[in-house]
């Protein structure tokens, strides 16, 4: 492993401070939830895709440069061949390393995964009903994500997060519902604003556009919500229940723009160093790895040098096309 000896933090030109990388290792999925995919995808060739090499030497370019969190995402990072051997090599690293899964493959991983180094886990599932589970994510099955779940949990992380997207009309009259059971599994829950990202054809994301307020409002009728100063790396807001050890998280990129705060960047499938996931604002970091193989302080140059891209903040509008083309399966959330 090259040396990542912290010489230098990452500070973006409106002061912000960057030390959580999320790091895309595949572009596909077993699921095509109707939010992030088109139905019928095109993924990417083999040769442009970063090798488990390249994804690992990334992630400690960005350790040597003071990044604190590590979050391996997808597509659905638990189907890339061999993954196991990629989350050991960045385990090994002086960083919190978290994965983002459907929970697809969690019963027969979750200890591999714990055993590699894993310290939080987030999970996402916006249904509790077969069908509906089914219906919003085109293949999944929901009685295997939820058997992943409870392996997760009895394997012990240190945190486990659930993630829902709400969607009126689709999934909002199970918000209550997903609470109970997240108090019951005795883990967090979120709920994020949809995301427009990608053009898809499936609903009108104004329609069943649902902010944080409203879901919080739904939760209200039931559980008081009490905020708390607590934070993860992450845009999540904090809520406590009083009889219950369980959080409840707003990710609101709509409602309650949180773009101020940002200290994380992406690294798409391909290389692409993204700065914000609302803009295109990118460097290639693939062309860099392959011209210039284990140079690892080249790439931190680049990796510097890149931070003056950083946008100040997104501008999402709902009620206009897409800005960004590509879906969330290229990026990871």
Known sequence: MPNT?????????????VDYIRLSVTDRCDFRCVYCMAENMTFLPHAQVLSLEEIEQVAAAFVGLGVKKIRLTGGEPLVRRDVIKLIRGVGQLDAELSITTNGSQLLDMAADLKNAGVNRLNISIDSLRADRFKEMTRTGKLAQVLAGIDAAVKIGFDR?????????GRNDDEVLDLVEYARDAGVDISFIEEMPLGNISEHDRAKVYCSSDEVSALISERYQLDPTSERTAGPSRYYRMQDSESRVGFISPHSHNFCSECNRVRVTVEGRLLLCLGNEHSVDLR????QYPDDIERLQQVIVKAMDLKPEKHEFDLDEEPQIVRFMNMTGG
């Open 5 to 17: 000896s912290k010489h230098t933090t990452l500070v973006d030109r409106f002061g912000r401070t």
């Open 160 to 168: 486990i997060k659930l993630n829902t997207v709400v969607m009126k």
């Open 287 to 290: 062309e860099t790895l392959r």
